[in-house]
């Protein structure tokens, strides 16, 4: 299966990242199939990405599932369905806070036993 995901580069405390068509085997700087575009986080805000916008179509109507950050990344862009990506993000925000209950509840539990 091809995954779209970022490829860190540049130095310590400086990071940029490409954008690549990678298959989901290979490891995260591993062998690319296509390079896609970069994104920047430290550049000004119109300058932050750079993306080949029809090729990345073409990769997700070949099915290539994109990682989680690219998927916001394209949501963001109109490149993927923006509304199933905010029910995802929904559900998993729910599954997150559930997370932090439970690690709370245990928490809570231990410390009721030393005592």
């Not at 994104?39 to 300058?47: I, R, S």
């Not at 073409?58 to 369905?81: C, E, F, H, M």
């Not at 990506?85 to 709370?104: G, Y």
């Amino acid at each position: 299966m091809v995954r779209l995901r970022l490829q860190r580069l540049g130095r310590k405390n400086r990071p940029f990242y490409r954008l690549s068509a990678i298959d989901g085997r290979t490891r995260r700087d591993g062998a690319v199939i296509e390079a896609l575009g970069w994104y920047d986080p430290l550049a000004a805000e119109g300058k932050q990405l750079n993306l080949n916008d029809e090729r990345t179509k073409y990769w997700i109507s070949k099915g290539a599932q994109p990682s989680d950050t690219v998927r916001n990344i394209l949501a963001k862009r109109n490149l993927i369905d923006v509304k199933s990506w905010e029910t995802d993000r929904e559900i998993q925000k729910k599954k997150m806070a559930e997370r932090v209950t439970a690690a709370a509840a245990a928490g809570d539990a231990k410390d009721a036993k030393k005592a």
